[in-house]
Antibody, heavy 123, light 107 residues
Framework: EVQLLESGGGLVQPGGSLRLSCAAS????????MSWVRQAQGKGLDWVSG????????YYADSVEGRFTISRDNSKNTLYLQMDSLRAEDTALYYC????????????????WGQGTLVTVSP | DIQMTQSPSSLSASVGDRVTITCRAS??????LNWYQQKPGKAPKLLIY???RLQSGVPSRFSGSGSGTDFTLTISSLQPEDFATYYC?????????FGQGTKVEIK
């Protein structure tokens, strides 16, 4: 059974940093691209970032480019999102998601999602 | 970035109704269009990928169609468990984008 478990969320001041983790199990982690998606309270889904299975290719939404860094440790079956220079508008529930086809460049949908970890950016 | 526009933003329907939700892309995306269902307090669930392919375990009353810029999600006979918010997403670009969502409510 595929499981994705996010952690690392919390309350942080504007300008601060936070690192999210997503522990994966139940599939061959290294063979699948992964992604982060966020959702502000009462709002829609907002794609944040994606990474290839090997970790060599990364992709970012314009809103987080230069502030967030996605990475993965395939030996630990874990996905990360390093968030720096946080802003109030980054406040959201952050989900990690697995790519159906394995390849991010190949147009894969997000077939499994974690339950999310809440990030609150406030003074 | 590719913009995705869903319509309507919300709709009210009764159990047994046929429901159609549309999604339009700001540029052609082939069949790289996916549909998700989200219930309150839950993570999104993949329903349809590649415009018309039913994800494993999803009931056959859900179907998707379209290509290029215009796409449709149809629920052939709405069930009580289908009241939720539905999102389209393009996977043509490595900069993925979602539609704003369509909330399906009980009439």
């Amino acid at each position: 059974e595929v499981q994705l478990l996010e952690s690392g969320g919390g309350l942080v001041q504007p300008g601060g940093s936070l690192r999210l983790s997503c522990a994966a199990s139940g599939f061959s982690f290294t063979n699948y691209a992964m992604s982060w998606v966020r959702q502000a309270q009462g709002k829609g889904l907002d794609w944040v970032s994606g990474i290839s299975g090997s970790g060599t290719s990364t992709y970012y939404a314009d809103s987080v480019e230069g502030r967030f860094t996605i990475s993965r440790d395939n030996s630990k079956n874990t996905l990360y999102l390093q968030m720096d220079s946080l802003r109030a508008e980054d406040t959201a529930l952050y989900y990690c998601a697995k790519i159906l086809s394995g390849s991010f460049e190949g147009g894969g949908a997000f077939d499994y999602w974690g339950q999310g970890t809440l990030v609150t950016v406030s003074p | 970035d590719i913009q995705m526009t869903q319509s309507p933003s919300s709709l009210s329907a009764s159990v047994g109704d046929r429901v159609t939700i549309t999604c339009r892309a700001s540029q052609t995306i082939g069949n790289y269009l996916n549909w998700y269902q989200q219930k309150p307090g839950k993570a999104p669930k993949l329903l349809i990928y590649a415009a018309s392919r039913l994800q494993s375990g999803v009931p056959s009353r859900f179907s998707g169609s379209g290509s290029g810029t215009d796409f449709t999600l149809t629920i052939s006979s709405l069930q009580p468990e289908d009241f939720a918010t539905y999102y389209c997403q393009q996977s043509y670009s490595t900069l993925r984008t979602f539609g704003q969502g369509t909330k399906v409510e009980i009439k």
